[in-house]
Nanobody, 120 residues
Framework: QVQLVESGGGLVQPGGSLRLSCAAS????????MGWYRQAPGKQRELVAA???????NYAASVKGRFTISRDSAKNTVYLQMNSLKPEDTAVYYC??????????????WGQGTQVTVSS
């Protein structure tokens, strides 16, 4: 009923750029928050960036000035533009959406994850 489709991951050299996309679909699906998490091997999953329906944004300190989150509300799509990538950005990136399906209370939905590898 709710599907999050991620795309845009891949292998990139340090200093390069990638753009991740996540499209959410589902009838009667009300979205409150859209964001991106990442998880590197041996580390906890961390919030990278998030955007609220009102347009406010939040970034992890490690990516401020390099990453930009944006959303297209009409398409229920969130993007993560990643510039000046560093090897420490290497991780599996997960799209996260907090929303409500039908009359159910809000809950979290997750994308399948996309691998981002920054290496020379």
């Amino acid at each position: 009923q709710v599907q999050l489709v991620e795309s845009g991951g891949g292998l990139v050299q340090p200093g390069g750029s990638l753009r991740l996309s996540c499209a959410a679909s589902g009838s009667s699906f009300r979205i409150y928050v859209m964001g991106w998490y990442r998880q590197a091997p041996g580390k906890q999953r961390e919030l990278v960036a998030a955007t609220l329906s009102g347009g406010s944004t939040n970034y992890a300190a490690s990516v401020k000035g390099r990453f930009t989150i944006s959303r297209d509300s009409a398409k229920n799509t969130v993007y993560l533009q990643m510039n000046s990538l560093k090897p420490e950005d290497t991780a599996v990136y997960y799209c996260n959406v907090r929303g409500a399906l039908g009359y159910a209370p809000p809950t979290d939905y997750w994308g399948q994850g996309t691998q981002v590898t920054v290496s020379s």
